[in-house]
């Protein structure tokens, strides 16, 4: 089996390619490498270049994604595409394709997720907080061939851990839930979503809340947000920014309400989370049915704090 394990530096906002790296494994060795630079042909923003080194004069004379296309193509051709942070890299990749009406369709492997399950314990899974951790030599880290290099060594961490072999095959199962969920979203804290009536909300990295919303089925819908529409910017900013999936269940099959109702309790809760979690502006609520509701919703609040 072959894998091709990948990093991209792109443009930023705009995510066209900048720099990509790609090494053929085959399980127990490099056998290929393909690095090159790419003109994006638009403005590298003042901090991407801060923090890859790469500018516009860096890829002045680099070739267009076309003309390495076929080159990523054939190294990638029968092998599992392999990235920390798969999806974002594969998405990229395969935008920079569509683009140029070329379909790009290949399995995947994501090392955020792999190193969860096989290497738990560690409070961040950033490439950077694991190669420190694993005492892994990252040269030139946020540039292509660095970051890729250095997944290249944890890769091999991983499939050196016990049951790696029945991890990495649960991984690739389309169906499998593991392979959807967001990096920062242990299953264990999906496998506790209800399967119920209610609110909840997705947090970033630094405890902001940046997405509340409403569901008939809370578990259905929150794995609904990371598998479908994600040509939405905001789909993409909460794969990316969330770290915590604290959910507020408001249970309203206790309440009198109707289903029909419930964009009514909604609008008041999004009020009260702009008063007591300054997410929005303010406003006072009063009314003994919504502090029902908002009796719940502070107990649940102060549960996941």
Known sequence: MF???????TSGRTNRITEISVFKYNGDTVVDE???LVNPNCYIPDHITALTGIDNGTVANAPDFQDIAQQILDITEDAIFVAHNVNFDYNVIRNEFKSLNIEFNR????TVRLSRKLLPGHKSYSLGKLCKDLNINANGRHRARGDAEATVILFQKLQAQEKSREVFSAFLNKNSKEATLPPNL???IFNAIPNSIGIYYF???K???IYVGKAKDLKKRVLSTFIVNHKKAWIWFVKQQISISNYLVVNLLHCSWKMQ????TFHYIIKWLNVHLKVFPYLVIKTETILYILLLTTVKLLQNQ
């Open 3 to 9: 894998y091709t394990i990948i990093d991209v530096e």
């Open 34 to 36: 393909f690095t090159s």
């Open 107 to 110: 399995k995947k492997l994501c």
């Open 186 to 188: 242990p299953k264990e």
């Open 203 to 205: 947090k970033n990295k």
């Open 207 to 209: 405890g902001e809340i």
């Open 261 to 264: 109702q419930l964009n009514t």
